[in-house]
């Protein structure tokens, strides 16, 4: 589910800018892979965490009993531009518009398959300071070069296997009061 979420960012920048044809790639971005392709767009998810608003939720039902609640996702992405500075900085706005006009994705933009385990995608930009910067870059063993730091939410992630821990039939309290 995390390559479609990714796949899906990928296709809403590119269907908002179609004068720009397809100019987005998903990458890692790490040294250790192939450098990125000159004149595009290089989207590289480089974390994966728990949403930590969602952490702990109560135990939902479903037909097996009560299961814990689906597992929802925050998504860390790093977009560069590949290409001179000047056209950096044209090319990342346009990325900042697209999801400034777009921050919720329904499942109208998703994969059929990826709508069927998330409702929502919300995309925020983040400010990042320039030690968390250079501890990203740094991490994937290249130089720093001009860039956007996107979070995802990505909810719900369900379980696999339903085992429910059953559901209460009766409840009962008896009172005696004094004689």
Known sequence: MIREVSETLVDVIEQATPDLESWVDLSSLSAADADPTVRRLALALYAVEEHPHLVNRPLVSSPTGHVRAPLALRLHYLVTYVGAHDEAQSRLARVVAVFHTTPIIGPAQMSPALAQEAATLTVRLVTTTAD????????????????????VD?????????DG???????????VGAP
């Open 132 to 151: 968390e910067r250079n501890q990203v870059w740094g991490a994937l063993g290249r130089s720093a070069r001009l860039a956007l730091f996107y979070d």
């Open 165 to 175: 821990a059953g559901s209460v039939r009766t409840h009962r309290i008896d009172y």
């Open 154 to 162: 990505v909810a719900p992630v369900d379980l696999l296997a339903h």
